[in-house]
Structures are given as structure tokens and as C-alpha cells.
């Protein structure tokens, strides 16, 4: 039997390929050396949220008296690592039974294995050879397990997280981006003592320099040492030295920038510099009929983003050619506020030259944000200045993640502050930051 | 001295209306009889939506432990009624004291006291004459306060809520709609003794009948007693009687349906059947130049409606016209999960003879509303067979309120369910379920 399509990898990335290909009647196998979810439903994005809910529960606890609950005695809380664990590795076991589920109902064949390319139409999984007309790579991407001047036994691998039976008290995340700066907001949640050590200020690649600064200033508000550094010197007798600084340290949560993993191939398989897999704008490999996509593309780190283009190659190989708009996507960090950023940074419209109008509005001054007791935050909007096109939104509040969708839609259809300010949003609503900031940006907000 | 514009009552129809007219350079006087900020600040929207979140907190903490959160005695828990209260009107008085300084910051005079027109040019307050170019009623709805067979004093008014120094054990809400059914459920969140009398099952007018059964459906599930009646027979000795039905009752909240507070006048004002300031269709009374928005015109309950309508309205007397969609706003009731609601109802649909096409996703599918312990509930998405057109939108989700703006983003420019399907939404949010119902309209779901 020839498969039309066999696919390497059920992450986010290749498991939602897998389906869209079932759904359009591509005979199709997934090929999975280790789990079907990947690293977003095992071990990332899923049951770190999971955990992250947990710890924000745990701070609502802890100030639910403010609301006019009775009861609670503060020096009795504390945080269950390991039940809050369970809930979260419960809610993976939900989801990746969901989505094995889902493979089977559209006919999608799981096999279990390592795989070998031979070429664009054969693939060998433990020496049994399978043949198809396309392969789609989506392989993923690991962590540098190695950092430097720290023995391993002092590490804790983010794959092994949820191995643990305890955390231990004092930790120091190492690395930047996203995973980075929830981590250490989520272990000062539950009340361990965390410090940082990044490479630089700009802790978040590709965010707004606005949100950067964000977090810093938020960790120093915390008391959270943040130490400026690419490299560790010591690890030792519960202390890590970083230059002058010394960090009360048990553990180091490796939080450090991932690499490609490149799957076993025959065929060559041409690679960017930082290694990761080269694609073409169809997502096309070096080889014809192979085509990357997800991180191992180092096209981006998110979720999102590797699904999306799953079902953009697949469309493409059913033959439904579409526009693939890779800067279009959110990126969402799950902090307590959570941030939230589509489009372009101020830096961006700079470099380009764009006469852009930066309108913000505080949540502060949001009715439900009150009444929810989240008035921490902000909306950033950037917009073109002579037609008003939304060029980027940038969102500090409780539901920044989620709020973000709707600057998604606006953008999606090149929509214009005079667009949102018209849209009546309900009262009262978080959302109607949107609004005040489109009239801040054609004239004035009703409520600043 | 004459005004460009006096506009009477300071609700979210009024005094949004003059700061509009502030900030367009319309010299305008605000008057208002009680409080600025009106129903909506004071009593209205924001305080009952403050304690409904004590509410959502008070149950939180009841399940905190699934989190992970220990040290949580059930038996010592209590929800404080008064404290509720005063966090409610602490966020109250923040947001009047903003309004009082934004209609201040744009030069809007504040006149209290009761204003009388005498003609389209001249109102006077206290006997005070005022000359103006133009007029606006914005004096709002007042409850029918009477409920035949049941003695004042066993009627709490809902204005009056925030007054209570505590709230009796065994309460029988009377009435309909959004008011109706977040009080029934707030009730039974804070662990009172609740029942509802309701007319009949369609008890959210203008919602789609799936939602009106989503709330009888989970009334019963949290076994509150619902009885179908207009009429109450009696009340006497902490019982209620209703046809065959007897509730116990210490007092009966009134959530009865509003009539218009028509503002002394020498100028005839027609009024509809139903009591409210007939309004055409630039919101102008019978009398040239005397406009009335908000509630007193009987189009709607809802506060940005009322407010959409001043803006407009301002707009309009200050010469940019366009027009105004009375259809295309949410309808947001803050139970719990949150229920909301934009453009079509089904039953609109099938009266317009649509060939509509019904696509819907659950939240128990959906990875973050997992992680938040939230996934009861759904979305469902109306849109056109042919085009593809969003026609219409219902969440049920803990934040649907806010879910709902990306809904009317793409409502209001026209945007189909293959922008929606395109549109990448970020992994995980609870917004992927726009993106799965565009799916599934175009053809199948991701996850379903």
C-alpha cells in the first residue's frame, strides 16, 4: 500500500496536518517516536498552563477575602505540587486521548517508531518500508540540555517537570523568551524562591520592547533578581554564582533556546545556519515532496504557528493554493497579567518607516476590570496613521491570550480604527479597551 | 448663555453623550436628578456585576482544592454579604468620581436637579431657565414597582439591594430577562434558599431559544425551583404561592420589567404602546431637535446600546452622519458560565427565510478552558450556506462576555467563516473555538 502522505511527528504540527489530511481524503500515516501531542500536549503548552491555572488559583485564594470571603486562613494555604500536577497531566491524558480519537476517525494510521527518509516517496519505520507520494516533516525541536559550569544533576530538564515529586525551594530559571518568563512568574506564585539569569533586557525575542520592560519591571516589583548573563560560573552548595552576583539556587530550570530535531534521512536535507531544517516559501524543503513545518523550520517556537502551517501544506498538496501570512499570528505569554502581542512592534514600523499612531488605554479605567479585581494592564494599538489600518495590538490584562483574538480578526481582514471604534462593544467588558483605544486613535477615548 | 446641546440624565446614555459632545466642541450641560453615572454605575451594571465576581470567587475557592490548593476548610467558609457590598461601591465611587472629572476635563456643566422642557430650545431646572440649539432625553427606565399580591414591604427593589445591611435566606426572584436570571443564579451561588416565578420559558426575550434553554436547563441541574406564572397569589409567613406551588420566601426581588422615565415636558413627546419616547430613525423624537437615547426610547435595555446612540447621536447634530445598525450589538448575561450573544438568532433566520448553516464547537474539547476548569459550554456560529457570511454568534463560556467582541469584529465588517477558519488564534486560548466553528462551517472541524 502507498500512503499519499506520511507525516513524521504528532506535535502540534503534525498531528493537526494528520487530521486535515484525513479530512480531505489524503490516505495518511503519522509517524510518532514517542508520544502523540508532542512536547505542546505532554509536557508544554497544555499542563504548563494547567499548573500556571493552578498557581493563579492560588493567589486568588490567597486574596479572596478582598471579595467578601470568609474562612480562609493564610497560614494553613499551600500549594499541592504534586495534585496540581495530576489535574494537569489528567487534562493531557484527556486531550491526547482526544486527539488519537481523532487521528482514527479520519482514518489516519498511527505507527509508533523512529523514522527513516530514504527519499521524497519512502520512508522506513524499524526496517519496515513505506511508500508515499508526500512527506511532511514535523519533527519538533529540544532543548540545549547543556549549560555550562552546571552538572546535570543540578538541572531540571522542562521535559522533566512533571517527573518531579517536589520542587525544591530555590530556583534559578536560565533562558529568555516566553517559557523563561512564565516559569519564574509561576514559581514565585506558589512561593518559591526564584531568581533569573538572561541573556539580556530584551527577555522577550520578537515581543514589543514596551512588553519587555514589562516583565523586568514586574520582576523587580516581585523581588525577583534578575541577573544579565549568557553564562553561569559555579554551581555549588546551594548558591550559583553569575559573575558578582551569587543566586540561592537547589535547582536551574533549563529554559534555554531550542534546536531542531532532524529526523534520520537518506536524502539531503539542506539547513540554515542555526541548523534548523530550510524551507521554501511552500514550506518545501531542499527535496521536492518534502516539506517542514513547526519549529523544526525555526520559523517560530509557537503552537499556533506550526498547526497553521500544517494545514496550509496540506491544503497546498490537495491543491488549494492560499497566501500564507507568517507574521499574522499572536504570541501569548501566560503570565499573571497575561500579555498578549499580533502584528508589528513599534520597532518594526520604525525600521520600515511607517507613519504610525500608537493609541493605549488602561485598564484602570475598565468597569469590568474592576469588578474582577484585574486592573493591572493596558491596550497598545499601532495603526497606520493616514488610513488607520491596525498594524499591531499589544494587550496587558487577566485575559490578554484570549482578548487578542479580536485584534486577530481586525487584522485578519485589514480592518481600521474607525472599524473598531464603530463596533459597539458590550458594557461592561474588557474588551471595550478596543473601542476606547480605536476612538484614542482617531480622536479621543471616551473615558481618558 | 445657550448651550449647543443640554442633555438630560447622566446614565451610560447621557454622560457618555456629553462627553462626546465635549470632546466635538459642542458647549453642553449634562443635567441629572440623583446620580451621575446613572442605573448602570450606581446600582445597575457595575455593582451587581462586582458582586456576582465575589460570587464566582466565593464558588472558586469551594473547588480550589482540584487546583491543588490546600489548607482550605468547606465548613469555615462564608460568604460576606456586606463586604461584597462595599468592594462593589468602592469600584462604584471610582468610576463616578472618573466620570464627574472626564465630563469636567471636557467642559460639560453639570446641572442636579429635575429638569423640565418647554420647548426644543429651552429647559429649565429648579426654574432656572436654560436656552439650548438642541436637546437630549436620556432619563432611562425605572422598574414597575408594584407586584400585585405581594405587600411592599416583602419586595426588595433592586435599587434598593445595595442598601440591605444583610439578605434574607429564602428569596423568590420575580421577573425575566438578564437581570432575572443573574440574580436567580447569584442567589444560588451564595448559598441563599432561591427560587425564580418567571412568565414563561422564554425567558431571556431576544435571545436565541437554545440560550433561554441552556438557563432553565441548568436551574434545574442546581435544583432551583423555576414556576411559570405572571401572577403571584399570595405571600404570607415565608411562603409563596403560585397555582399549586408554594416557595418559601422572605422576601420577593423584583426584577420586573422597566417602563420609561419620561422627563417633564410642555412640548408633547408621542409615546409608543408600551409608554417609551417614540423615536425615527436618527433617534429624533416628535419634537424637531429634542433626541432621546437610551433606555427611555424603549429600543433597548442595554447600556452600550444607550451608549452607541449618544455617540451617534452627537455625531449626527454635529454633522457626520452615518448609519446606525441597531442590530449588530452583544447581549452579554453574566451567569456563570457567562452567556452572550450577537446579530441572528436562529428562529431570526428561519423568519427571514435564511438557508443558514448551524456550526458549533464544545469548550469540553477546548485545551484552555480545560486547564481553567471551565468547559461547560459552547459556541455556536450562524452564518450564510451561500457566502459564508457571519450572521449571528452565541458562546456559553466563562468568559464568553468578552469572547463575544471577536464576534462582532468580524460582524462588523462583514467577515465570513473563511476569515474566521484563516484567522490563526493562538494555542491554547478558549478563542480557538471561533476558529474550529469556522471549520466546521466550511467543511469539518479540527477537533471535533
Given at each position: 500500500m502507498k500512503y499519499d502522505l506520511i507525516i513524521i511527528g504528532?506535535?502540534?504540527?503534525?498531528y493537526i496536518a494528520a487530521i486535515r489530511a484525513g479530512q480531505v481524503g489524503l490516505k495518511t500515516a503519522l509517524i510518532e517516536k514517542k508520544n502523540v501531542g508532542g512536547m505542546c500536549l505532554n509536557w508544554g503548552c497544555i499542563p504548563t498552563k494547567a499548573i500556571i491555572e493552578s498557581a493563579k488559583m492560588f493567589g486568588k485564594v490567597i486574596n479572596a477575602a478582598e471579595f467578601g470571603i470568609d474562612g480562609i486562613?493564610?497560614?494553613?494555604?499551600?500549594?499541592?505540587?504534586?495534585?496540581?500536577?495530576?489535574?494537569?497531566?489528567?487534562?493531557?491524558?484527556?486531550?491526547?486521548?482526544?486527539v488519537e480519537f481523532l487521528l482514527k476517525k479520519n482514518d489516519v494510521d498511527i505507527i509508533i517508531g523512529e523514522a527513516v527518509i530514504h527519499d521524497s516517496h519512502s520512508v522506513s519505520v524499524d526496517n519496515r518500508n513505506i511508500e508515499t507520494e508526500?512527506?511532511?516533516?514535523a519533527t519538533g525541536s529540544y532543548p540545549n540540555e547543556i549549560i555550562a559550569n552546571v552538572d546535570?544533576?543540578?538541572?531540571?530538564?522542562?521535559?522533566?517537570?512533571?517527573?518531579?515529586?517536589?520542587?525544591p525551594r530555590n530556583i534559578v530559571v536560565y533562558g529568555k523568551g516566553p517559557v523563561a518568563v512564565e516559569m519564574v512568574q509561576f514559581l514565585h506564585m506558589i512561593e518559591k524562591n526564584v531568581s533569573l539569569v538572561t541573556p539580556d533586557?530584551?527577555?522577550?525575542?520578537?515581543?514589543?520592547a514596551y512588553l519587555s520592560e514589562y516583565v523586568i519591571k514586574m520582576f523587580q516589583s516581585l523581588d525577583i533578581p534578575v541577573v544579565y548573563s549568557e553564562t553561569i560560573d559555579k554551581c555549588s552548595d546551594g548558591l550559583l554564582y553569575v559573575g558578582d552576583n551569587m543566586l540561592q539556587c537547589d535547582k536551574v530550570l533549563n529554559c534555554s533556546l531550542r534546536n531542531a530535531i532532524i529526523p534520520k534521512s537518506d536524502a539531503d536535507l539542506v539547513k540554515d545556519e542555526a541548523g534548523f531544517v530550510y524551507t521554501d516559501e511552500s514550506l518545501q524543503t531542499s527535496q521536492k515532496g518534502i516539506f517542514a513545518i513547526g519549529d523544526v523550520n525555526g520559523r517560530s517556537y509557537l503552537a499556533h504557528v506550526a498547526s497553521a502551517?500544517?494545514?496550509?501544506v496540506v491544503n497546498n498538496i490537495k491543491g488549494v493554493k492560499s497566501h500564507f501570512d507568517i507574521k499574522n499570528y499572536p504570541l501569548n505569554i501566560y503570565t499573571y497579567?497575561?500579555?498578549a502581542q499580533i502584528g508589528k512592534t513599534e520597532q518594526d514600523l520604525i525600521d520600515d518607516g511607517v507613519d504610525y499612531k500608537l493609541s493605549t488605554f488602561p485598564l484602570s479605567a475598565n468597569g469590568k476590570a474592576l469588578t474582577e479585581g484585574h486592573s493591572d494592564g493596558l491596550i497598545r494599538m499601532l495603526s497606520d496613521k493616514k488610513y488607520g489600518q491596525v498594524l499591531g495590538v499589544q494587550i496587558i490584562a487577566d485575559h490578554a491570550t484570549d482578548l487578542i483574538a479580536e485584534a486577530s480578526a481586525y487584522m485578519q481582514i485589514e480592518g481600521?480604527?474607525?472599524?473598531?471604534?464603530?463596533?459597539?462593544?458590550?458594557?461592561?467588558?474588557?474588551?471595550?479597551?478596543?473601542?476606547?483605544?480605536?476612538?484614542?486613535?482617531?480622536?479621543?477615548?471616551?473615558?481618558?
Open positions: 504528532a506535535g502540534p504540527a503534525g486562613d493564610k497560614n494553613h494555604l499551600k500549594f499541592n505540587w504534586d495534585r496540581s500536577k495530576k489535574r494537569a497531566l489528567k487534562i493531557v491524558k484527556k486531550l491526547t486521548s482526544g508526500n512527506i511532511i516533516i546535570q544533576i543540578q538541572i531540571i530538564q522542562l521535559e522533566k517537570l512533571f517527573d518531579l515529586p517536589e520542587l533586557e530584551n527577555i522577550l525575542p520578537g515581543a514589543d502551517q500544517g494545514i496550509w497579567p497575561e500579555i481600521t480604527v474607525y472599524d473598531i471604534a464603530q463596533t459597539v462593544h458590550a458594557h461592561p467588558t474588557v474588551s471595550e479597551i478596543f473601542m476606547e483605544a480605536g476612538f484614542e486613535a482617531i480622536d479621543k477615548a471616551i473615558h481618558k
